[in-house]
């Protein structure tokens, strides 16, 4: 198989700083629900923009599990998004449900001034270059950082409270990036995290997944590349160079007591090159929870409804290089290695609220410290 070797970098070219004036800014009522598919795929997308993270959470919850409440945390709008019919070329066919990612979810508008630092979307197809960036000047994730030891920009960052039924919780996700197109091997090693209760639950034994555990090279059976032999854009549907099958996570919790779930993806070394993080519709999951005993007059006195459960087992957020109990749902074939590849999103369209989101002033201004180049293939 031919190495891909990418193109160098360069420094990013300055970038003018732009407000927005009063005259452009609009109301929040005024935002419309934005949508992207390409003209040869049925992927529909829809950026929160147009809703609010509560509305998208809902669809990622299956069995047994309430959700209580959901927030996200980005540098923009565009980085969060519901979407559905994805082709990623898996064995169950399309895929859907929530996207975070460190650049766009939907390509620039031309009219809309705001969108000057991305082009197309890191998400839908077809893969068009090996370098599409949205290089937003985003902040950071303070929880990734404290796990994976690296600074961090357009971090993205869902954080569901949800109230499991049985005492283990398990999720669904997928991992893909740009950096597979040969810049993952020169430590541009963007991070990714699911955690359940402030632990790392996103593991693959002792090791974080991530584009260093899961590649070309390491775990090729979780990997699926979107590059040619001759390592230029694939066919694959996807904008992503390379992405993971359907990969799970399950924690330990107590049965009936709220928990935190948080989702995040965040650029490391610079803020190129998109990296995604994508949530299986349905597949926040529990198990039934304790059997709920009947009474009468004569009955002798009730049992408890369930025992408190053994606090989340995977790894700590504090802890670098972390081992956790990142596993395959119960039954799956590959429980060992933390994967069910026939655990796929839900398809279907997804119901969503439109509502908008204020906009103000934005200033995109410079930054980074590391020189890379972006170039088009």
């Not at 991070?191 to 090729?220: Q, W």
């Not at 390379?242 to 928990?259: D, E, F, I, Q, R």
Request: net charge negative; charged share 15%; hydrophobic share 40%.
């Amino acid at each position: 198989m031919t190495q891909h070797v990418p193109l160098a970098r360069r420094t990013p070219a300055r970038r003018v700083p732009l407000a927005v004036s009063a005259a452009a800014a609009v109301s929040s009522a005024a935002i419309l629900l934005l949508a992207a598919a390409p003209a040869h795929a049925a992927t529909t997308l829809s950026t929160f923009e147009g809703q609010d993270a509560a509305t998208a959470a809902k669809s990622l919850i299956g069995g047994h599990v309430s959700l209580s409440s959901a927030s996200l945390s980005t540098g923009r709008a565009v980085q969060a998004g519901t979407f559905s019919g994805l082709d990623l070329g898996l064995p169950s066919g399309a895929v859907s449900g929530v996207a975070l990612t460190t650049g766009s979810l939907r390509a620039a508008d031309p009219a809309a001034a705001s969108d000057v630092d991305f082009t197309a979307s890191a998400l839908t197809g077809p893969n068009a270059k090996l370098t599409t960036t949205g290089d937003l000047g985003g902040a950071g994730s303070a929880l990734l950082e404290s796990s994976f030891a690296s600074t961090t920009y357009d971090a993205a960052e869902l954080r569901l409270q949800v109230v499991p039924e049985g005492e283990s919780l398990t999720i669904v996700y997928h991992i893909g990036s740009e950096e597979y197109a040969g810049w993952s091997e020169r430590n541009y090693s963007d991070a990714f995290g699911v955690y359940v209760g402030g632990r790392l639950c996103s593991t693959l034994g002792d090791v974080p997944v991530g584009l260093k555990s899961i590649n070309a090279e390491t775990h090729p059976e979780l990997f699926v590349s979107n590059l040619t032999k001759e390592g230029n854009p694939g066919t694959r549907d996807t904008e992503m160079n390379g992405y993971s099958v359907a990969l799970t996570c399950t924690a330990t919790v107590t049965p009936g007591k709220p928990v935190e779930i948080v989702a995040a993806v965040a650029d490391t070394v610079d803020g190129q090159l998109d990296s995604t993080l994508l949530l299986a519709a349905g597949g926040i999951t529990s198990v039934p929870g304790p059997v709920q005993p009947t009474t009468s007059p004569s009955a002798s006195p009730s049992v408890p409804a369930s025992k408190p459960g053994v606090s989340a087992d995977p790894v700590p957020a504090s802890v670098t290089g972390p081992a956790g109990t990142g596993t395959a749902r119960p039954g799956s074939p590959l429980a060992i290695t933390g994967v069910d590849s026939t655990a796929l999103f839900v398809g279907g369209a997804l119901a969503v609220a439109a509502v908008g989101l204020g906009a103000g002033a934005l200033v995109v201004s410079r930054r980074r410290r590391n020189a890379r180049e972006v170039s088009e293939q």
